[in-house]
C-alpha cells in the first residue's frame, strides 16, 4: 500500500524576491541540453539550475566540485530566506495547463506533491516502467549526499477512475494560487499550498490502496531507495517514520484527461556500410513500406499528413516512419501480420506490442546490426519527441537518420507494468514535465514525518 504524508516543503521566497518564478523554475535535469543549462543560468542569479545541474570546473576536487557547490548555495539561500520552509507539514496542489500541438487545443494536468514512502523493489507500490544506468545513479546519489535534500520530484501516476484524489484537492484552489507564471515552453502554471484543514487523513486513506508507477524519475527513485539505505545504516530503521524513508512525488491520476505522452523518435548519428537499397529490402519481409516524397519541406500541412497516416496505421498494428538523408523521401513502414512473431521468443507478449521493441529488434538490431551495448550509446542515438525537429535534423544533415513512432499507449504501459516488466529506455515522453524549484524537500534523520490519522 502506498503511503502518502505531508511535509514542511522548502519553496523560494517569491513574495520577498519579487520575480517572475519562470525564470527561476526550470525542466528536469535529464532533460536539459548544455545550451539550456547556460540559458538558465544567464535567466538569474538564483535559478536552480545552479541546484541540480551546476557546471563543472577545471580543477574540479573532491572538496569543491558541482556538488559541493549546489549544497553551499543551497545553505547560502535558505540563511539569506531566498529559501523558506513551510512552518507546517503541507501538501501542493498543482495545475498544469498546455497545449501538446495534437490540433485539440488547451488541456490542464493537475498534481499533488506529497512525500511517498520508499518501498523495496519487488513490492508492486511502487513500480518502474523503464530500466536506469549506473552513471546516472551515481550522479544523483552525489548531489543527495551533498545536500541532504530532494530537489526535484518523482513524477507518478496512480489508477483512479473517478478521480476521487485530485476532486478532493481541486476544492481547496477556489483561493489565488501561491504561484502562477508562463513558463517559456508555453506552458502555465499554478500552485497552492494546502494545509490544515486540509484533509491529508482523506488523501492517504484513498492512497493506501493503490499502487503508484513512475512516469519519470526513475534514476532519481533508485537514488532515493539507495541513500534510505545508506541513512538505515547509520541511523537505524526505528522509529519507522524517519525523513529518509520518504521521497518526494508529483501525483497525478493515471486515467485523468490531462495525461499525455508524446513519441520518442529516434534520431541516429551513423550506421556504419548503411546503404538504402539494402535496408529497403531486408525490412520488406516485415514490413509494407509506402513511399512518400516530401514535396513541401517544412510544410505544417505536410508533417501533420505525416502524423495522421501514422496514427491512422497504428491504431490496428505497429507503423513508424524513416527518414534519412540519402533520400528525399519519407518511408511509412507498418509491420505485416504475423511478423510480430519475429521479435524473438524472449520477450512477453506485452513487450511485443511496443512499438519502441519493433522498432529494436527487427530494424535496429536484425537489419541495421546494432547490437544492445550500441542502442545504449548516447553518442549513436539521440531522442526528440517533436517530429518536425528530428526530420529537420536529418535534413540539416546533423544526423544520418530518423526514425517516427507513434506514442506509446498508457494500456500498453499498464500491461507491460502490471507483468512486473521494464520497458526498454525513452519509450515514453510524458509531457509535460513537471519543473523542478516548486518545492523542495530537506532531509533531516532525526525528524519523524507525521501520518495523519
Given at each position: 500500500m502506498a503511503i502518502v504524508a505531508p511535509f514542511r516543503g522548502i519553496t523560494y521566497n517569491f513574495r520577498e524576491l519579487g520575480e517572475d518564478p519562470s525564470k527561476i523554475v526550470a525542466p528536469p535535469y535529464d532533460v536539459i541540453s548544455e545550451q539550456e543549462q547556460e540559458e538558465c543560468y544567464r535567466r538569474h542569479p538564483?535559478?536552480?539550475?545552479?541546484?541540480i545541474l551546476g557546471k563543472r570546473k577545471v580543477g574540479d576536487s573532491d572538496w569543491d566540485n558541482r556538488y559541493t557547490r549546489a549544497a553551499d548555495a543551497f545553505e547560502r539561500w535558505k540563511s539569506e530566506d531566498v529559501l523558506i520552509q513551510s512552518d507546517e507539514p503541507s501538501m501542493y496542489l498543482v495545475c498544469t495547463t498546455f497545449d501538446p500541438g495534437d490540433g485539440d487545443g488547451p488541456r490542464q494536468r493537475w498534481g499533488l506533491i506529497a512525500l511517498v514512502r520508499i518501498e523495496d523493489k519487488d513490492s508492486g507500490v511502487i513500480i518502474p516502467h523503464e530500466r536506469t544506468f549506473s552513471a546516472h545513479r551515481e550522479d544523483r546519489l552525489k548531489l543527495l549526499r551533498a545536500c541532504n535534500a530532494q530537489f526535484s520530484q518523482i513524477f507518478g501516476l496512480f489508477e483512479d477512475p473517478e478521480d476521487t484524489v485530485l476532486s478532493l484537492t481541486r476544492d481547496y484552489a477556489g483561493v489565488p494560487p501561491d504561484i502562477s507564471f508562463d513558463f517559456w515552453d508555453g506552458t502555465t502554471h499554478k500552485m497552492w499550498t494546502l494545509k490544515d484543514p486540509f484533509p491529508f487523513r482523506e488523501v492517504g486513506d484513498l492512497m493506501l490502496s493503490k499502487s503508484i508507477l513512475i512516469a519519470d524519475g526513475h534514476h532519481r527513485y533508485e537514488t532515493a531507495l539507495n541513500f534510505r539505505n545508506m541513512m538505515r545504516a547509520r541511523y537505524g530503521t526505528?522509529?519507522?517514520?524517519?525523513?529518509?524513508?520518504?521521497?518526494?512525488?508529483?501525483?497525478?491520476?493515471?486515467?485523468?484527461p490531462g495525461l499525455t505522452i508524446l513519441p520518442s523518435h529516434r534520431l541516429i548519428?551513423?550506421?556504419?556500410?548503411?546503404?538504402?537499397?539494402?535496408?529497403?529490402?531486408?525490412?520488406?519481409?516485415w514490413f509494407e513500406i509506402k513511399p512518400m516524397l516530401l514535396e513541401r519541406r517544412g510544410s505544417a500541412n505536410e508533417y501533420k499528413h505525416i502524423q495522421v497516416l501514422l496514427d491512422q496505421e497504428g491504431r490496428t498494428s505497429s507503423a513508424l516512419g524513416f527518414y534519412c538523408s540519402d533520400d528525399s523521401k519519407f518511408y511509412l513502414l507498418t509491420l505485416r501480420h504475423g511478423a510480430r512473431e519475429e521479435m524473438g521468443d524472449d520477450l512477453h507478449p506485452s513487450l511485443k506490442k511496443l512499438d519502441v521493441l519493433v522498432l529494436s529488434r527487427l530494424i535496429l538490431q536484425k537489419t541495421l546490426g546494432f547490437n544492445k551495448e550500441d542502442l545504449d550509446d548516447e553518442e549513436i542515438f539521440h531522442y526528440q519527441s517533436d517530429m518536425k525537429k528530428a526530420l529537420s535534423l536529418v535534413e540539416s544533415g546533423a544526423y544520418?537518420?530518423?526514425?517516427?513512432?507513434?506514442?506509446?499507449?498508457?494500456s500498453h504501459v499498464k500491461d507491460v507494468t502490471s507483468n512486473f516488466l521494464i520497458m526498454p529506455r525513452k519509450s515514453t515522453f510524458f509531457y509535460p514535465k513537471v519543473l523542478t524549484g516548486l518545492v523542495f524537500n530537506s532531509i533531516d534523520p532525526h525528524e519523524i514525518i507525521q501520518i495523519p490519522s
Open positions: 538564483y535559478n536552480v539550475i545552479r541546484l526505528r522509529p519507522p517514520n524517519r525523513s529518509y524513508e520518504y521521497v518526494m512525488m508529483y501525483l497525478a491520476n493515471m486515467d485523468g548519428t551513423r550506421c556504419a556500410g548503411f546503404q538504402l537499397s539494402d535496408f529497403l529490402e531486408k525490412v520488406d519481409q544520418q537518420m530518423a526514425f517516427v513512432l507513434n506514442p506509446t499507449k498508457i
